[in-house]
């Protein structure tokens, strides 16, 4: 079964300053990988995916992460937060158990940036 | 386009009411969901349904009914709510590369 465990509830960074969010998976099979993004009172937005192409993802608002098979992990940065960054963000990993295109969520990281 | 909508935005209800939680989509998509958010736990799938007349249940189906009404639109149905029912409600549907396109959200609170 697949599984997916965010480090960190809640990260404060300073603007300008690097961000750093943390995703591990489990799965039994080679897996497709998510991050969304929600701002406040909104729905979920997709930031990037990988899909078993390159390993370093490049999404929306300067975001990027990197999929390493050996440490099971996709962590998602940026090199320089803005205060628009402050926002809640999910992984999330394809389900193979039940229909195609299931997404199994992680909890989420809940991101401040102070000014 | 108008993407992935829901109906209503908000709404209260007492317990042992019900409701109908309305989705629709203009994307062509075959596959739609259902989730709830409540704080800390992330998204959980009710209920999904991966082509039009078919409907499967996710990780949290209790309490919970879902039609399939065509490919546009998939509805999720409260019979008897409970206040555990408290909730943000989701709803997105996907295309064939697995991405996922959500709505607004409905938040619910039973009372």
């Known amino acids: 079964a697949q599984s997916v465990t965010q480090l960190g509830s809640h990260v404060s960074v300073s603007e300008g300053a690097l961000v750093l969010l943390r995703c591990n998976y489990s799965?039994?099979?080679?897996?497709?990988l998510f991050w969304y993004v929600q701002y406040p009172n909104q729905g979920l937005q997709l930031l990037l995916k990988y899909t078993s192409a390159a390993t370093l993802v490049k999404g929306i608002n300067g975001f990027e992460a990197e999929f390493k098979k050996s440490e099971t992990s996709f962590h998602l940065t940026k090199p320089s937060a803005h205060m628009s960054d402050a926002a809640e963000y999910f992984c999330?990993?394809?389900?193979?158990?039940?229909?195609?295109?299931?997404?199994?969520f992680g909890k989420g990281t809940k991101l401040s940036v102070k000014p | 386009n108008a993407g992935v909508t829901q109906t209503p935005k908000f709404q209260v209800l007492k317990t042992g009411q019900s409701m109908t939680l309305q989705c629709a989509q203009d994307m062509n998509h075959n596959s739609m969901y259902w989730y709830r958010q409540d704080p800390g736990m992330g998204l959980r799938l009710i209920y999904y349904?991966?082509?039009?007349?078919?409907?499967d249940k996710g990780e949290v189906p209790n309490g919970y009914n879902v039609s399939r009404l065509n490919k546009r639109e998939f509805s999720l149905r409260l019979e008897s709510a409970a206040p555990s029912q408290t909730s943000v409600y989701f709803c997105?549907?996907?295309?064939?590369?697995?991405?996922?396109?959500f709505g607004p959200g409905t938040r619910l609170t039973v009372l």
């Open positions: 799965s039994s099979v080679p897996p497709y």
């Open positions: 349904s991966a082509s039009e007349g078919t409907t």
């Open positions: 999330a990993v394809m389900n193979y158990g039940g229909s195609q295109g299931n997404l199994i």
């Open positions: 997105a549907s996907s295309e064939e590369s697995a991405t996922q396109y």
